[in-house]
Each structure stands twice: as structure tokens, then as C-alpha cells.
């Protein structure tokens, strides 16, 4: 179940951090709920169709044999962003050891990610202005309906936006600036059915 809107009396203006939690240890949003605090808006997110779903365990499979013990990879949980924002990306890497995040959410990140079809222009601008603002060194999109990874990095936290954007396509590598001597391969985060049909 929903928690009232904020043009509920009952609602305040834009949802904390601090208001979303209280609302989950409260049960008024559960497990079912699928939802993420976004610029103080509740926000639904929608169920994965096939190709989503396969992205995202490319993802997490190439970001866990990538980055091994050297950091924690999460994978779409709760990230605190600010004051009114706890997104859930498809995938985080974070700084420390899991238990360092027994007791609450991570508030640093060195890299997140999105997988992105229906949700494309969401992830470039909202997400990417939350996740700017937040300082996070890099932030991914791999693109389904354009068959790439944008690579965003040098976060304006003031400006909330990130000052360079690169695309990085099949037969490339990416290389996380706050992980040092590691690389993904950018075929290993795009579904095989996003490749071009051969020709007869």
C-alpha cells in the first residue's frame, strides 16, 4: 500500500529520507511495495520486462567477477543520496565491507548503474542530477534501446550534472576511475539479443 501523496493533508510537501524509512520500519510500504524516493516523490518503478531482467544479471555478474573482495556490489537496494532522495540502482559498488552496511543504508558510492529501456529518459536526467549531486565519480546507463553504455564522470555536484558523458559500445572496455586495474567489457553488460541479425 501507497503512502498518501504529498497533495494529501496528511502527506508533507516532499518525502525525507528520514520520512521513507520511518514509512518501512512503520510497514506502510512492505516488500511488494516497488518504489524509490526520488527528489522527495515516491516514486513506482516498473516491473522488468525479459530484456531488463537479463541486463540486470549481466550487470551483477560482470560487476561481482570484476570487482571481487576490493569493494561491496549491491544490487538494486536502497542508496541515501541526500536529504530527498534514496534511489534503488540496478547496481552499486561501495566502499568497505558488507557489514559495514548492516545498520543502514550506504551513503558513498564509487560507481552506479542503470539498466535503461522504458526508463531511459528518468535514468539520464533525474537519476543523473540525484546521483551527481550525491559526488558519485561514475555513474553507467547501460542502454538498451541504443545498444551502449553511457559513461557519465566528473560529477557538478552544484549543477547537479556530471560534465563528461562517453559512449562505450561492444568490442570495448570500461574502466571505473575509482577502481583502479579494473575493467568490464561493455558485450558482457548488452543482452546477445540486442545483436545485429546476421546477414543471409
Not at 510497514?27 to 540486470?56: C, F, M, Q, W, Y
Not at 531511459?120 to 537519476?127: A, Y
Not at 562517453?166 to 575493467?183: D, F, H, Q, T, Y
Request: glycine fraction near 6%; charged fraction near 25%.
Amino acid at each position: 500500500m501507497l503512502p498518501p501523496a504529498p497533495t494529501d493533508p496528511a502527506a508533507p510537501a516532499r518525502w525525507t529520507t528520514e520520512h521513507y524509512l520511518r514509512l518501512v520500519d512503520e510497514g506502510v510500504l512492505g516488500p511488494d511495495d516497488k518504489v524509490e524516493l526520488l527528489e522527495g516523490v515516491i516514486v513506482a518503478t516498473p516491473p522488468s520486462n525479459a530484456r531488463h531482467a537479463s541486463g540486470i544479471v549481466r550487470l551483477s555478474h560482470a560487476l561481482f567477477g570484476a570487482v571481487g573482495d576490493r569493494a561491496v556490489v549491491r544490487i538494486q537496494l536502497g542508496f541515501m543520496a541526500g536529504v530527498y532522495s534514496l534511489p534503488e540502482p540496478d547496481a552499486a559498488v561501495i566502499p568497505g565491507a558488507i557489514e559495514d552496511y548492516d545498520r543502514e543504508h550506504p551513503r558513498a558510492a564509487l560507481l552506479v548503474a542503470e539498466v535503461s529501456d522504458s526508463s531511459l529518459k528518468q535514468d539520464r536526467l533525474t537519476k543523473g542530477a540525484i546521483y551527481a549531486a550525491a559526488g558519485i565519480p561514475e555513474y553507467w546507463i547501460v542502454n538498451l534501446r541504443d545498444d551502449c553504455v553511457e559513461v557519465r564522470r566528473q560529477p557538478e555536484r552544484d549543477k547537479r550534472r556530471y560534465a563528461s558523458i562517453a559512449i562505450a559500445r561492444r568490442g570495448e572496455r570500461i574502466e571505473p576511475v575509482a577502481l583502479p586495474g579494473i575493467s568490464v567489457a561493455v558485450s558482457d553488460l548488452l543482452p546477445s539479443d540486442l545483436l545485429p541479425s546476421p546477414e543471409v
